[in-house]
């Protein structure tokens, strides 16, 4: 049974197909495809259907060499019971999951996408969408080294 990662943002077309396209790159890379799949999502309905943002993908391609895939969709009650672990880009995006599950009962699975960085500081990654190339860039940075992180978690649980 495959694990399965779910990334999160606010409209689902910057920084979480982001970071599902480059958790997939670095999956690939270690040919592990078979043990770990991704999906992303967005807790807003703005974007429902829309591909990653273009500047967004410019930023990935010129990066690291990689074409943003996927569709946005929003998040929905059902993906609790679907992924194994829910990142969060932002504490607003991670309170927005946690007010789905009342209960609590998920809680466990939710996480902040930063708390997987070794390399940066930042607490959240922030939302490029209103800025230049230069917030695009370091987003893709930021989740190089939380993805990175995040695969050397999975990797290593028993």
Same mark, same amino acid.
């Given at each position: 049974? =495959? ?7 606010? #409209? ?19 040919? /592990? ?13 703005? !974007?429902?259907?829309? =591909?990653?943002? *273009? *500047? ?6 010129? &990066?690291?060499?990689? &074409?943003?895939?996927?569709?946005? *969709? ?10 194994? /672990? ?20 998920? !809680?466990?699975?939710? !996480? ?7 390399? !940066? ?13 230069? #917030? ?7 989740? /190089? ?12 649980? =028993?």
């Amino acid at each position: 049974m =495959p694990y399965k990662l779910l990334f999160v943002c606010l #409209g689902n077309i910057c920084r979480s197909p982001s970071a599902e396209n480059i958790m997939n790159y670095l999956i690939d890379k270690d040919n /592990l495809s078979d043990r770990i799949l991704c999906d992303s999502a967005g807790t807003s309905s703005y !974007h429902i259907g829309s =591909p990653p943002d *273009r *500047r967004m993908s410019a930023a990935a391609a010129t &990066k690291l060499g990689i &074409k943003l895939q996927g569709r946005a *969709r929003q998040f929905q009650k059902s993906d609790f019971q679907e992924f194994d /672990l829910i990142l969060a880009m932002d504490q607003d995006n991670y309170q927005d999951i946690l007010s789905l599950d009342p209960t609590g009962q998920y !809680h466990h699975k939710v !996480h902040l996408m930063c708390e997987f960085c070794s390399q !940066h500081t930042l607490k959240e990654v922030p939302d490029p969408y209103y800025g230049g190339t230069e #917030g695009f860039n370091q987003v893709i940075d930021l989740l /190089l080294d939380a993805c990175d992180g995040l695969l050397q978690h999975i990797v290593s649980k =028993p």
